[in-house]
């Protein structure tokens, strides 16, 4: 049973000795995460047509729809024709950091952790974000546009739950921990690949069921209440 250790934070593992830097990574999901909206959903906004993106966002991070590539390209199929100048239009005008993510990143990196971005989103953002947090590696989907408009679809293969996860492991590869040594934070369905493979889960003012399968669930205040679960190195 989750055990409240302070108000909206609550614990289903005992981590009483935990140091940040008992860990090599870090990884975060972007949307609601890092950052306080859907990007897909404020793009769609733009275009008129939020309230029909943003009831399928809805079901697929709460985990009702189970295919997220499907739940993706229904959702970007949307929004063929938009002005590839919504994009910048979110950025600039829509788009914040939630609390604690500036807080939270400088101290995993002052402890010596590695930190990735890895979204469902797209690369107009995450690339933005990474920069903007000073984080190591970012991963994400570069949305198609043609004569500037969106054309509804993403170039490549879809980031979904299982390449989150795939991209957790290949990072602990590449800096030459073990995925104990990780810690995954997210909010939603397609997080739970990931979070699952790491040492450390962390849900982030998370859908029911993220929130009941992680190891740490932060439901009130910023990111960087982790920091009360783990401490900084003296």
Not at 135 to 148: R, V
Not at 150 to 162: K, S
């Amino acid at each position: 049973m989750p055990t409240e250790i302070a108000p909206g934070l609550t614990l289903q593992i005992d981590t009483p000795t935990l140091r940040l830097s008992d860990f090599k990574l870090i990884a975060f999901d972007m949307d609601s995460t890092l950052i306080d909206i859907e990007c897909i959903d404020e793009i769609a906004d733009i275009a008129d047509k939020k309230a029909e993106v943003a009831a399928i966002t809805e079901a697929a991070m709460r985990g009702e729809i189970t295919d997220f590539k499907e739940s993706l390209r229904r959702r970007l199929a949307l929004l063929k024709g938009v002005p590839s100048g919504a994009l910048l239009e979110v950025y600039e005008h829509r788009l914040r950091l939630n609390p604690g993510a500036h807080e939270l990143v400088n101290a995993a990196k002052a402890a010596g952790l590695a930190t990735l971005l890895v979204s469902g989103g797209f690369t107009f953002f995450a690339d933005r974000v990474k920069a903007r947090l000073g984080m190591d590696h970012a991963k994400s989907n570069e949305l198609e546009i043609e004569d500037g408009r969106l054309t509804g679809r993403v170039i490549g293969d879809i980031v979904d739950g299982e390449e989150k996860k795939r991209q957790l492991l290949a990072m602990c590869e590449r800096i030459g921990c073990s995925p104990l040594q990780a810690i995954a934070v997210g909010d939603g369905a397609n997080d739970l690949p990931m979070m699952g493979a790491a040492g450390l889960s962390v849900a982030y003012r998370a859908k029911p069921a993220v929130r009941a399968q992680a190891m740490v669930a932060i439901n009130e205040g910023g990111l960087d209440r982790l920091l009360e679960v783990l401490r900084p190195a003296p």
